[in-house]
């Protein structure tokens, strides 16, 4: 598997929907959000809780842009994909999909990364173990 593409399945659930039954859209970005952790949880070994709170390195979103194509129905069942776009010497580029089961692109966004540190609350450079795992699976510029 390469660390610049991410995926998990989910079936979309009533909490997420609104009273007509389909994906309220903030609830998208709680979704991509967890599907964040879980990427950095088995990219780094210390996982995204040990990034946290025990290295004190932030993952704030600095840009954050989405486009929402197709409704989201309480119990579909879809695919939450993440893609690096981009390492930078502090950020990170990352696309989001949803898609359906028939391929149908339900909603994609655009997200920049900025990695601080949660003491300063200034950037950092990307940790070195992070870049690393996703080298080669993209260029670094």
């Not at 780094?44 to 040990?50: E, I, N």
């Not at 776009?85 to 696309?95: I, P």
């Amino acid at each position: 598997m390469t660390h610049s593409l991410f995926q998990r399945t989910r079936r979309i659930r009533f909490s997420e929907c609104d009273p007509a039954g389909i994906v309220f859209y903030p609830q998208y970005f709680v979704m991509f959000n967890d599907l964040m952790e879980a990427w950095v949880d088995e990219l780094v070994v210390d996982g995204f809780r040990g990034l946290i709170i025990e290295r004190r390195v932030g993952m704030p979103t600095v840009r954050l842009e989405a486009d929402f194509r197709a409704i989201s129905r309480m119990g579909d069942l879809v695919t939450l994909e993440l893609e690096v776009e981009r390492v930078g010497t502090k950020s990170l580029n990352l696309a989001w999909r949803c898609m359906g089961e028939d391929g149908e692109l339900r909603m994609g966004g655009q997200q920049t990364i900025v990695f601080t540190s949660l003491d300063t609350h200034r950037a950092i450079a990307v940790p070195d173990d992070f870049r690393q795992a996703l080298v080669p699976a993209v260029s670094t510029l």
